[in-house]
């Protein structure tokens, strides 16, 4: 448990690439598998329409029966309309044979020859109130327009489902048609070849001739005899194609991917089973099956790079965040550390430093006077009365008194001053570099400003005055103690001659 918490980023983007990885690899799988089944469905196709061709070769030469070979390779497509049309929109051949002969006059016709739309596009229309995906095909034989297929696909049934430019099945119909009428124009180009010759051979040879893909058609028998080829050399001769004829699929042929179609055949030799061969050249299958494997490995490739990238930037995350959190806490620790000193070194009811560290500056600043040879003065404050003011006003009175007379006090502190409480109402005040008469002129203000604002208290207002006792460096001062005694013997004067004043100490 305690390593799956403590490397619980990395196992997930570790997860993370073998998830991609395998989608990936089933990607590139499902694809490759998909492109063998086209090709097998294409090559079956075209096997059934050379078969058909071949089977009805005398039919095929006296009249082109399109009608059967749209039936025979239609793909399960819900042709509505199928017709031939000569290039000047004469109908040669229909489903309708009442219109054959007649010139077909529809808009979409016009508009296409015309030029308003161009020839193998398809386009939707509705036709007897329906809804049909069209296109006009033309045949060309040596760069000629010779003649023009109107085709027309039944597609109400998905127009009541989604759109029509963003259905799949409509996508996979555009597909199967153009098959269709691939197979077509090479079974209308032979025929009309075949119109001028009369060997199966030739006819074959030119149907191959007039493909980018297919390589070879035979008619062979159960021993591999070839009785028909489009290769006539091959006539007369025993395949060796390492006795791999019996079933379809992929095979190398003279160091070349193959795909082998192998189809039944019903033209007679006598007692043999005839076997119509189709080779069709697999370099374009190969093709997109390297580029999805590519595909599938650079998809593998940058997943892990991801991870790593994200692992890395995680790990580096972590760094500066625990080291801004150590400099967060240390800074945490330096503040708390300050306080708790600044605790220690203040008085708790007045705010005021406490005596203890009153008495260490007190110590410094007498060190650092005596060795620059500056002045010092000393100043303790003794609140009048005070003990009458607990008696009377009561100990929380005394509390306020003691609070506000030593704010007053610091409101009249100068910046290098030091005010602390020493003990029960006396407060000191430190005066670096100030000499006698300027403590005495600090000590009226204070005096002054303690008599003049009367402390509330409950609606009570009560008033306050304070003594005052200064003494100053001299020379023959040894320790700090010195002139602190001599400032205690002024404020005892300063009580002596009658309170709220302000007393130096006199030699």
């Known amino acids: 448990m305690f390593f799956i918490k403590k490397y619980a980023v990395p ?16 990607n590139y799988k499902t694809q490759k598998n998909l492109l063998l089944t086209q090709m097998q469905s294409n090559s079956l196709n075209i096997a059934s ?13 006296s009249t082109m029966n399109l009608q059967k070979l749209v039936n025979d390779v239609s793909f399960g497509l819900e042709i509505f309309e199928f017709r031939y049309l000569e290039p000047d929109g004469t109908i040669k051949n229909s489903m309708f044979k ?13 508009e296409t020859m015309q030029g308003d739309r161009q020839l193998s596009t398809f386009f939707f229309e509705v036709r007897d109130f329906v809804d049909v995906m069209s296109i006009y095909y033309p045949i060309y034989l040596q760069d000629q327009l010779v003649g023009i297929i109107d085709l027309s696909v039944d597609v109400s049934e998905y127009t009541l489902k989604k759109g ?34 009369t060997d199966i051979n030739d006819f074959l040879h030119a149907y191959v001739k007039s493909t980018k893909n297919i390589k070879q058609i035979s008619i062979i028998d159960e021993k591999q005899n070839v009785y028909i080829s489009s290769d006539k050399n091959l ?24 795909y082998l179609a192998i189809t039944n055949s019903h033209i007679n030799r006598g007692n043999s089973k005839m076997k119509l061969m189709l080779l069709i050249d697999a370099s374009t299958y190969l093709s997109h099956e390297n580029k999805l494997f590519n595909t599938a490995m650079s998809t593998s490739i940058i997943a892990l790079l991801f991870a790593l990238l994200t692992s890395r930037l995680l ?17 945490l620790v330096k503040e708390r550390t300050k306080e708790i000193e600044l605790l220690s070194q203040t008085d708790s009811l007045t705010g005021l430093w406490n005596r203890r560290h009153l008495e260490e500056t007190l110590g410094i600043e007498f060190k650092r006077a ?4 500056k002045e010092l003065s000393v100043m303790i404050i003794d609140l009048d009365h ?3 003011i607990n008696d009377t006003y009561g100990h929380m009175a005394g509390d306020e008194v003691l609070r506000r007379i030593s704010s007053k006090i610091t409101e009249c502190q100068r910046e290098t001053d030091f005010i602390g409480r020493y003990g029960g109402e006396e407060i000191v005040v430190i005066l670096p570099e100030s000499d006698l008469q300027t403590s005495i002129q600090i000590a009226e203000d204070i005096r002054k400003t303690i008599e003049q604002e009367p402390v509330e208290f409950e609606d009570k207002m009560i008033k306050v005055t304070a003594s005052i006792g200064i003494s100053n460096l001299k020379n023959e001062h040894d320790n700090y103690s010195a002139i602190f005694a001599e400032a205690d013997e002024a404020l005892y004067s300063a009580k002596e001659l009658g309170r709220n004043r302000v007393q130096f100490f006199k030699q």
């Open 11 to 26: 196992i997930i983007l570790f997860s993370l690439v073998l998830v991609i990885a395998y989608l990936s690899y089933y």
């Open 49 to 61: 329409s050379v078969s058909s061709a071949i089977e009805r070769f005398d039919d095929i030469k």
């Open 98 to 110: 009442e219109e054959i002969g007649e010139v077909l006059s529809s808009k979409s016709f016009i």
């Open 164 to 197: 029509l430019k963003d259905n799949f099945s409509i996508l996979r119909r555009q597909v199967d048609i153009q098959n269709l009428l691939k197979s077509i124009n090479g079974s209308v180009t032979n025929s009309l070849a075949i119109l001028t010759k």
């Open 235 to 258: 006539i007369g001769t025993v395949l060796d194609y390492n006795n791999n004829l019996q079933t379809s699929g992929m095979t190398m042929l003279n160091g070349q991917l193959t």
């Open 315 to 331: 790990y580096y995350s972590a760094i500066e965040q625990s080291r801004t959190e150590k400099e967060r806490l240390e800074s």
């Open 370 to 373: 005596k060795r620059y040879d």
């Open 386 to 388: 005070f003990k009458n």
